[in-house]
C-alpha cells in the first residue's frame, strides 16, 4: 500500500502535521511504488468528481418567508400582546383605576348614614389606607398572573404554528407529487408522439 | 478561495440576536451543499428537499445551542445526517441503519455527463458508489464531495477518527478497483 511508517493515504487528503507532510513529500519524489499508489488515489478522485454537484430544485423556505408567517389577525394579535412588560402595565393601569373609582362608585351608590357612627373610618382613609399595601400586593399578583397568561398563550400559539406549518408542507407536497405526475404523463404523451410516424404516401408505394 | 464579505460566523451571532436576514443568507449559502449531501446518501431528490428544508429549520430553532460558531458546518452536518437517519428508521424500523439502503424509487440521480466526463465514467462511478455500504458511501460523501476533515466527520458521524478512516480507505480500495479499467480507458 505505501512504505511505512507513512501513510499516503492521510497525506493524499493532507490530514497529516505540516512537517509530516513534507517528509512525505520528499519520500514519493523519491520511490516509485508511492508515486504508483498517489497516481491511483488521484485517479480514482478524478473519477469521483465526474459525478457533480446538483442545483437544488427549489430553494429552501426562509424563516422570513410567507409560508413561516403568522395570519394578519394573529400578527396583530401578537404585536398587541407579545409584550409581556406592555400587557403587566396594561393591567395594572386598569387595576389602578378599577381600586381608585370602585370605592368613589360604591359611596355614590350607597345610601348616606342617618347618624354619625364613631368609630368607621371616612371614605378617604379606607382609600388611602388601601393604596399604600393592598394595592401594591394586588398589582403584582396581577401583573404574574398576566405575564402566566400571556406565556401561556404564547405556546398555545406556536403550537398552533408550528401544526399550521406542517398542514402547508403537506399541501406543499401534495401539489408538488401532483406536478410530478402532470409531468412524467407529459414526457410519456410527448414519447408516444415522437414515435408515432405519420403514413407515408410515395410514388413507388404500393396503395 | 471566495472572499465573502460578512463570515459565516458574524451570519451566526447575528441569527441568535433575531437576525433572520442573516440566517437567510447563511440558508442561501449552504443550501445547495447539505441538498447534494443529502442527496448523496439518500439518493432520492424528494427525500433530500425535504430533509434539506427539515435541516434549516431545526438548525434555526437550535442555533442558540451552538456554542462554538466557528463549528457550524459539522453542526449543520450532524443535524442532517441524523435528519437522514431519522427518516431511515422510520421507513424500515425493523432494519439496523447500518444496513439501511438509499430508497430505490425511481427517481435516481442525474449523472453528471459533460465534456469534462464522458458518461460512461458518471455511469460507473454512480455504480461503484451503490456498491459501498451505507457508512463507507457516507464517508467517501463527507470526504471527496463535501471536503470535510476527519475530525469534523467523526464530529458530524459521532463516531472516532480511527472508524471514520477505516471505512473511508476500505471504500477508496473498492472504488479504486472498481474504477480501475474505466479509469484506464478514459482518463489516462
Redesign the interface.
Given at each position: 500500500m505505501s512504505c511505512p511508517p507513512f501513510d499516503l493515504?492521510?497525506y493524499f487528503?493532507k490530514?497529516l502535521p505540516n512537517p509530516r507532510q513534507r517528509e512525505v513529500e520528499a519520500h514519493v519524489k523519491s520511490c516509485q511504488v508511492c508515486r504508483e499508489e498517489l497516481d491511483?488515489?488521484q485517479?480514482?478522485?478524478?473519477?469521483?468528481?465526474?459525478?457533480?454537484?446538483?442545483?437544488?430544485?427549489?430553494?429552501?423556505?426562509?424563516?422570513?418567508d410567507k409560508v413561516f408567517e403568522p395570519s394578519p389577525w394573529r400578527r396583530g394579535w401578537a404585536a398587541f400582546w407579545g409584550s409581556s412588560a406592555r400587557l403587566g402595565f396594561a393591567s395594572a393601569a386598569m387595576l389602578s383605576v378599577a381600586l381608585l373609582v370602585s370605592p368613589l362608585v360604591s359611596q355614590l351608590v350607597r345610601p348616606a348614614p342617618v347618624g354619625h357612627v364613631s368609630g368607621v373610618p371616612k371614605a378617604s382613609s379606607v382609600v388611602a389606607h388601601v393604596s399604600d399595601a393592598d394595592i401594591q400586593t394586588r398589582i403584582d399578583n396581577a401583573v404574574a398572573k398576566a405575564i402566566a397568561e400571556v406565556d401561556a398563550r404564547q405556546t398555545r400559539k406556536v403550537a398552533q404554528l408550528v401544526a399550521d406549518l406542517r398542514n402547508e408542507?403537506t399541501k406543499m407536497?401534495v401539489a408538488?407529487a401532483e406536478y410530478d405526475w402532470s409531468q412524467k404523463r407529459a414526457n410519456g404523451l410527448r414519447i408516444s408522439a415522437s414515435a408515432y410516424q405519420m403514413p407515408r404516401i410515395g410514388a413507388g408505394e404500393v396503395k | 478561495m471566495i472572499f465573502r464579505a460578512v463570515e459565516d460566523t458574524d451570519l451566526i451571532r447575528q441569527a441568535t440576536r433575531g437576525g433572520?436576514?442573516s440566517?437567510?443568507l447563511l440558508?442561501?449559502r449552504w443550501?445547495?451543499?447539505v441538498?447534494?449531501y443529502l442527496?448523496r446518501i439518500t439518493a432520492n431528490?424528494?427525500d433530500a428537499?425535504?430533509l434539506?428544508?427539515d435541516v434549516?429549520?431545526k438548525a434555526?430553532q437550535n442555533l442558540r445551542k451552538l456554542d462554538d460558531a466557528t463549528r457550524f458546518a459539522p453542526w449543520l452536518y450532524r443535524i442532517a445526517h441524523n435528519e437522514a437517519y431519522s427518516m431511515f428508521r422510520k421507513r424500515r424500523p425493523e432494519t439496523d441503519v447500518a444496513e439501511l439502503e438509499p430508497e430505490a424509487t425511481g427517481n435516481k440521480?442525474?449523472?453528471?455527463g459533460?465534456s469534462?466526463?464522458?458518461i460512461e465514467?458518471?455511469l460507473?462511478?454512480?455504480s461503484a458508489?451503490n456498491r459501498l455500504s451505507p457508512d463507507q458511501r457516507e464517508a467517501?460523501v463527507l470526504?471527496?464531495?463535501q471536503g470535510f476533515?476527519?475530525e469534523e466527520m467523526a464530529e458530524i458521524l459521532s463516531c472516532p477518527v480511527s472508524t471514520i478512516?477505516s471505512r473511508l480507505?476500505t471504500a477508496?480500495e473498492l472504488?479504486?478497483i472498481e474504477?480501475?479499467p474505466?479509469?484506464a480507458r478514459g482518463?489516462?
Open positions: 493515504r492521510d487528503f490530514e491511483r488515489l485517479l480514482t478522485e478524478a473519477a469521483l468528481f465526474s459525478l457533480r454537484d446538483e442545483e437544488i430544485p427549489q430553494r429552501i423556505a426562509f424563516v422570513s408542507r407536497l408538488a | 433572520v436576514e440566517y437567510n440558508v442561501s443550501e445547495k451543499r441538498y447534494n442527496l431528490r424528494e428537499l425535504d434539506t428544508q434549516f429549520l434555526y440521480i442525474t449523472l453528471g459533460s469534462v466526463f464522458p465514467l458518471s460507473a462511478v454512480a458508489l467517501v470526504k471527496i464531495y476533515k476527519f478512516k480507505y477508496l472504488l479504486k474504477l480501475a474505466v479509469n482518463m489516462s
